[in-house]
């Protein structure tokens, strides 16, 4: 053969090696609004792309070994979804006094490309350098919540609705739109407008849920976190009192164009073209998850709002519980092998308190990751914080040494008065009626951390949860 037949030969063979040694990994962050998910892209995406000078990544294998040769960030392979907002985020995060990264309410994403050594022999006699394209997708556990909607008719729902209205504050936030609901015949042709005010009621009543009684089980999820369906007429719809449905007249079969008619038309709608859209738009195409959860906030603001965080989670969970439930088999073909579940913000409580907060969390699991367990998916449970906003250390009172936090409260931006914060222990097992009467907590919300374009933000464990997602991609 020809030197020249030989060396086109040789580089086809590297070619094709180079190709096979491109990897694929789309990694989902969820999470009810509120638990981190912004900041854990943001310092996710931060770590990886200051590469190699990164020296803040010791439990991953890779960096830790210098394998990891450096990142970039690429265009996404979706033109249809928004992009992660991550320059916006950096420069709240570098403003002075720097700011936590905005918030946002839909799906995004972000490519990044890894550069690193193949860490086996074998990978490496193929080529030094190998190739991990990096999908990072952001979306709201809330609209996991919506799962249950698709077993149900829009009757079974409002009688769910009606069933759920304890305890008595919510009640009374509900009368706004119930009140509306009086001024309408159910069965008389629909008006597009009253529609769309006692929808409007609706969703007040939901947000109100959410933030004043720092609930997070709100149904149908997209009403309070609409992402690109804002303002869209799907979202124009809400549930009758069941009395009105089990009287003769409502019992009977809904004229399409009358409220009832129309009412069910859309529930049924939302479950078909936002629902289970997107499990098959998305869900089905998550390689790896990680669910954050703040365990914090919610012993903060009470027993209810702790119960109701805890039934949220274990019901996001079910998503991932796909061999029992017909229903969604039949949505999307299992793919997700490793979830990570995280306690985000443990930089809001001293560093002996983390193993306490990855007890508390999974007891709060427990009934989810059995199911989860089941399938088969890998899961690990962790206390992290993306980007760490404390300094801890001792403090001495009375020649006493007590562990302590030191930031910049939220509240004190203006001031940027630096305060000592003893933040009480984390209970290690779900709290009993005793601890909400104590209730000797103080988890206020601290500003964010100076951040700069030279140094990879301050973290607590986000190494450990790149080895877990990402470490076997290396090889
Ligand atoms: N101290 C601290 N606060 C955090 C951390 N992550 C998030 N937060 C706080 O929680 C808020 C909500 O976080 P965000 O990432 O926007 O939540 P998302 O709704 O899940 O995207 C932020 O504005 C911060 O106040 C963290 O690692 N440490
Ligand atoms: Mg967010």
Redesign the pocket.
């Given at each position: 053969m020809s030197p020249s037949r030989l060396s086109r030969l040789g580089a086809k063979a590297d070619e094709l090696a180079k190709l096979s040694m491109d990897k694929q990994l789309r990694l989902a962050v969820t999470?009810?609004?509120?638990?981190?998910?912004?900041?854990?892209i943001t310092s996710l995406v931060n770590q990886l792309l200051l590469g190699a000078e990164n020296h803040q990544l010791p439990l991953w294998t890779l960096a830790r070994k210098q394998g990891f040769l450096g990142a970039k960030r690429v265009p996404q392979p979706h033109l249809h979804l928004a992009s992660f907002d991550y320059l916006g985020g950096m420069q709240a995060l570098q403003s002075q006094p720097p700011r936590?990264?905005s918030?946002?309410d839909g799906v995004s994403e972000l490519r990044l490309k890894l550069r690193y050594s193949p860490q086996s022999l074998i990978w490496r006699k193929l080529s030094h350098t190998a190739t991990l394209n990096l999908d990072i997708v952001?979306y709201p556990g809330e609209w996991l919540l919506d799962l249950p909607l698709l077993n149900m008719t829009y009757q079974q729902w409002c009688e769910h609705i009606a069933n759920n209205l304890q305890p008595a504050r919510k009640a009374e936030l509900a009368k706004n739109w119930q009140d509306l609901l009086l001024n309408i015949d159910i069965h008389s042709p629909a008006d597009e407008n009253t529609l769309a005010d006692i929808a409007k009621a609706y969703t007040e009543y939901l947000h109100r849920c959410k933030d004043e009684l720092g609930l997070h089980h709100i149904q149908p999820g997209r009403f309070v976190l609409p992402g690109e369906l804002a303002g869209a007429p799907i979202l124009a719809f809400f549930p009758l009192p069941p009395a009105l449905l089990s009287e003769p007249s409502g019992s009977r079969k809904a004229q399409k164009s009358s409220y009832l008619g129309l009412l069910e038309q859309r529930f049924e709608y939302y479950k078909e073209h936002v629902v289970k859209q997107f499990y098959r738009q998305h869900f089905v195409k998550f390689d790896r998850q990680i669910v954050?959860v703040?365990c914090l906030s919610p012993l903060n603001s009470g027993h209810q709002s702790f119960c109701d965080m805890q039934l949220a989670i274990n019901q996001i969970l079910h998503s991932f519980n796909y061999g029992q439930t017909s229903l969604l088999r039949r949505l999307f073909a299992p793919k997700i092998d490793k979830l990570v579940f995280a306690a985000?913000?443990a930089?809001?409580v001293t560093p002996e308190q983390h193993d306490k907060l990855v007890q508390l969390l999974s007891q709060l699991i427990a009934e989810g990751k059995r199911h989860v367990k089941f399938e088969g998916i890998s899961t690990q449970t962790m206390a992290l914080?993306?980007?760490?906003?404390?300094q801890s250390g001792k403090v001495q009172i009375n020649s006493q040494s007590f562990s302590a936090l030191k930031g910049i409260l939220?509240s004190d931006a203006d001031s940027q008065k630096v305060t000592t914060v003893f933040p009480g222990e984390v209970p290690a097992s779900l709290p009993k009626p005793e601890f909400w009467q104590q209730q000797g907590f103080e988890f206020s919300?601290?500003q964010?951390p100076q951040a700069n374009s030279f140094e990879a933000l301050p973290?607590i464990r986000i190494d450990q949860a790149i080895e877990f997602l990402l470490g076997d991609k290396f090889k």
């Open positions: 999470g009810l609004s509120g638990a981190g998910k912004t900041a854990f936590w990264p918030p946002t952001d954050l703040d985000s913000k930089d809001h914080a993306s980007i760490k906003a404390t939220q919300p601290f964010a973290h």
